[in-house]
């Protein structure tokens, strides 16, 4: 397939706010697709190639502006070369190399081809063409059950993946995918109540459980061999021997678990965030330690448990891992809930979360099955821009331009984000000097006093609440926000969405002026 017919899909995608038309539009390029093409053309189509990240900056795209091709000749498959030789460049000579071959892509692709190359390279491809759309095209173009694809790809964390089986293989090939062990689940994701009695009215009788303010681990065993991943289904079992070694010392064969972890302090208290993500991150063991916190059980020895309660599942859970639960009490009672939220809090930790006993888990959805329950507002939002710092900060890049994605455009282009408010506070001397080399390698443009940077670093954001805004289009401001960590556990695709900001706004949605004090 040539490239231009991806790019062809993608205007579609862009320039309409239908969702059935943008699965048609995806559905005739995936049909199109020979059977060694769809896994890299599924990258393609979410700017997440299969190479990973490719190691090449905006800056060095944007100056390969000499000649492009007339006609557009670049195929898939070239493209998919290109971005492996990429990654398989390093050593003596490495730059020129690199500059070598993308002055090759640029000149074999068309201008317009060579524009969007850039975005997906960079990762500010937004054409609202988000996982849920494109499962739903797959579905449309293999003529399968779209519950059957996406359960797929829920278990076998990989869209490429589904998608090729989906197309090239039969119904059963399709049911066929399971869970195996070693190989990483989409995660299960919750939603926000305001309070615990809101979330028990949602759920019922519930399972009322710490909110740890710690890393997301899936940990999967099987025999000796042990792997943990993050919830970006990253694997990190060579940073963490210490969650290796206590899932070894279960009375269990083959397992997977889900949960957190986080370093504790001499009196067994949570360590700060931060200190939890830089062991988290490092490469090899340090001094501190990470405790793990199991919360869910997906596989127990030959037996999967997703479609189970979770009533079942914690009984499993408690079984094989009872001695690593994070604290939970079972109930339906408002003001027991509420007590051990309180205790929760007393214990130094983020709040609690509200899960109803009925339900399976669901992966890689964020519906009312789970519930978090926060005293203070927190969003994970996405950072658009950095502004250059003055005075003390000078030389450093300082405030933070948020965005909170708007997947079908409602506000802007469809699948991007909206602007809905900056921050400087928060920010440490040590955190300053690191974000601002950061970003300078993830530059795509220029913005007044700074620069605008790929949409994919999740930064999480304590506010007072927000306000009626006329100055960002979403129509809503933050108040008051201020920096309490990056979530660098976390994809851009799991930010918090302009609607949840916007019903935090008292009464309609219409905007009024007087939002300047949205800027922190």
Same mark, same amino acid.
């Given at each position: 397939?040539?490239?231009?017919?991806?790019?062809?899909?993608?205007?579609?995608?862009?320039?309409?706010?239908?969702?059935?038309?943008?699965?048609?539009?995806?559905?005739?390029?995936?049909?199109?697709?020979?059977?060694?093409?769809?896994?890299?053309?599924?990258?393609?189509?979410?700017?997440?190639?299969?190479?990973?990240?490719?190691?090449?900056?905006?800056?060095?795209?944007?100056?390969?502006?000499?000649?492009?091709?007339?006609?557009?000749?670049?195929?898939?498959?070239?493209?998919?070369?290109?971005?492996?030789?990429?990654?398989?460049?390093?050593?003596?000579?490495?730059?020129?190399?690199?500059?070598?071959?993308?002055?090759?892509?640029?000149?074999?692709?068309?201008?317009?081809?060579?524009?969007?190359?850039?975005?997906?390279?960079?990762?500010?491809?937004?054409?609202?063409?988000?996982?849920?759309?494109?499962?739903?095209?797959?579905?449309?173009?293999?003529?399968?059950?779209?519950?059957?694809?996406?359960?797929?790809?829920?278990?076998?964390?990989?869209?490429?993946?589904?998608?090729?089986?989906?197309?090239?293989?039969?119904?059963?090939?399709?049911?066929?995918?399971?869970?195996?062990?070693?190989?990483?689940?989409?995660?299960?994701?919750?939603?926000?109540?305001?309070?615990?009695?809101?979330?028990?009215? @949602?759920?019922?009788?519930?399972?009322?459980?710490?909110?740890?303010?710690?890393?997301?681990?899936?940990?999967?065993?099987?025999?000796?061999?042990?792997?943990?991943?993050?919830?970006?289904?990253?694997?990190?079992?060579?940073?963490?021997?210490?969650?290796?070694?206590?899932?070894?010392?279960?009375?269990?064969?083959?397992?997977?678990?889900?949960?957190?972890?986080?370093?504790?302090?001499?009196?067994?208290?949570?360590?700060?965030?931060?200190?939890?993500?830089?062991?988290?991150?490092?490469?090899?063991?340090?001094?501190?330690?990470?405790?793990?916190?199991?919360?869910?059980?997906?596989?127990?020895?030959?037996?999967?448990?997703?479609?189970?309660?979770?009533?079942?599942?914690?009984?499993?859970?408690?079984?094989?891992?009872?001695?690593?639960?994070?604290?939970?009490?079972?109930?339906?009672?408002?003001?027991?809930?509420?007590?051990?939220?309180?205790?929760?809090?007393?214990?130094?930790?983020?709040?609690?979360?509200?899960?109803?006993?009925?339900?399976?888990?669901?992966?890689?959805?964020?519906?009312?099955?789970?519930? +978090?329950? +926060?005293?203070?507002?927190?969003?994970?939002?996405?950072?658009?821009?950095?502004?250059?710092?003055?005075?003390?900060?000078?030389?450093?890049?300082?405030? *933070?331009?948020?965005?909170?994605?708007?997947?079908?455009?409602?506000?802007?282009?469809?699948?991007?984000?909206?602007? @809905?408010?900056?921050?400087? +506070?928060? *920010?440490?001397?040590?955190?300053?000097?690191?974000?601002?080399?950061?970003?300078?390698?993830?530059?795509?443009?220029?913005?007044?006093?700074?620069?605008?940077?790929?949409?994919?670093?999740?930064?999480?954001?304590?506010?007072?609440?927000?306000?009626?805004?006329?100055?960002?289009?979403?129509?809503?401001?933050?108040?008051?926000?201020?920096?309490?960590?990056?979530?660098?556990? +976390?994809?851009?695709?799991?930010?918090?969405?302009?609607?949840? *900001?916007?019903?935090?706004?008292?009464?309609?949605?219409?905007?009024?002026?007087?939002?300047?004090?949205?800027?922190?």
């Amino acid at each position: 397939m040539l490239f231009g017919d991806i790019e062809t899909a993608l205007a579609a995608v862009t320039n309409t706010r239908s969702r059935l038309a943008k699965v048609d539009a995806l559905a005739e390029v995936l049909r199109s697709l020979a059977p060694d093409e769809i896994v890299p053309a599924v990258g393609l189509l979410t700017a997440s190639p299969r190479q990973g990240r490719l190691g090449v900056g905006w800056r060095t795209l944007s100056s390969r502006g000499g000649s492009h091709a007339d006609t557009p000749t670049l195929t898939v498959g070239a493209v998919d070369e290109a971005f492996s030789r990429l990654t398989g460049i390093g050593g003596t000579g490495s730059a020129a190399a690199r500059t070598a071959l993308l002055d090759d892509l640029a000149g074999r692709a068309t201008a317009s081809e060579w524009h969007l190359l850039i975005r997906i390279m960079t990762g500010e491809l937004r054409t609202g063409a988000l996982e849920g759309v494109l499962l739903d095209a797959v579905a449309r173009a293999s003529d399968r059950d779209g519950a059957a694809v996406r359960r797929a790809a829920m278990l076998s964390g990989e869209l490429g993946e589904t998608a090729r089986v989906a197309l090239t293989g039969s119904a059963d090939d399709l049911a066929a995918v399971g869970l195996v062990v070693g190989r990483g689940v989409q995660p299960m994701l919750a939603s926000t109540a305001a309070s615990v009695a809101e979330a028990l009215a @949602v759920a019922g009788r519930a399972s009322v459980e710490y909110k740890l303010d710690g890393a997301r681990v899936q940990v999967h065993r099987h025999a000796d061999e042990v792997r943990v991943f993050t919830r970006t289904l990253a694997d990190v079992t060579h940073r963490v021997p210490e969650i290796v070694e206590v899932v070894r010392s279960l009375p269990v064969g083959d397992v997977i678990l889900d949960g957190e972890t986080l370093s504790l302090d001499d009196d067994g208290g949570p360590r700060p965030f931060q200190d939890t993500m830089a062991r988290f991150g490092a490469e090899a063991a340090r001094e501190i330690a990470l405790r793990p916190w199991f919360f869910d059980v997906l596989h127990v020895d030959g037996r999967d448990l997703v479609d189970e309660p979770l009533s079942a599942r914690l009984d499993e859970l408690e079984r094989v891992a009872g001695a690593w639960r994070v604290p939970a009490t079972v109930t339906d009672d408002t003001e027991v809930a509420e007590t051990f939220a309180r205790d929760a809090l007393a214990a130094g930790h983020e709040g609690v979360m509200v899960k109803g006993l009925d339900d399976p888990y669901t992966a890689g959805r964020r519906g009312k099955s789970w519930l +978090k329950v +926060k005293p203070v507002h927190t969003f994970d939002l996405v950072v658009l821009g950095v502004e250059r710092g003055s005075g003390r900060r000078a030389g450093w890049f300082s405030n *933070l331009h948020l965005g909170a994605r708007d997947p079908d455009g409602r506000f802007g282009e469809p699948g991007g984000f909206v602007m @809905v408010g900056k921050t400087f +506070k928060g *920010l440490t001397d040590e955190i300053l000097t690191w974000q601002t080399a950061y970003f300078a390698e993830r530059e795509v443009g220029q913005i007044p006093g700074g620069i605008r940077v790929t949409p994919d670093t999740v930064v999480e954001i304590a506010i007072d609440g927000v306000q009626r805004s006329v100055r960002y289009p979403g129509g809503v401001a933050l108040r008051f926000a201020r920096v309490k960590a990056y979530r660098s556990d +976390k994809t851009a695709a799991e930010a918090d969405m302009i609607d949840t *900001l916007r019903s935090l706004l008292p009464g309609g949605s219409t905007p009024a002026r007087g939002d300047e004090a949205a800027e922190g």
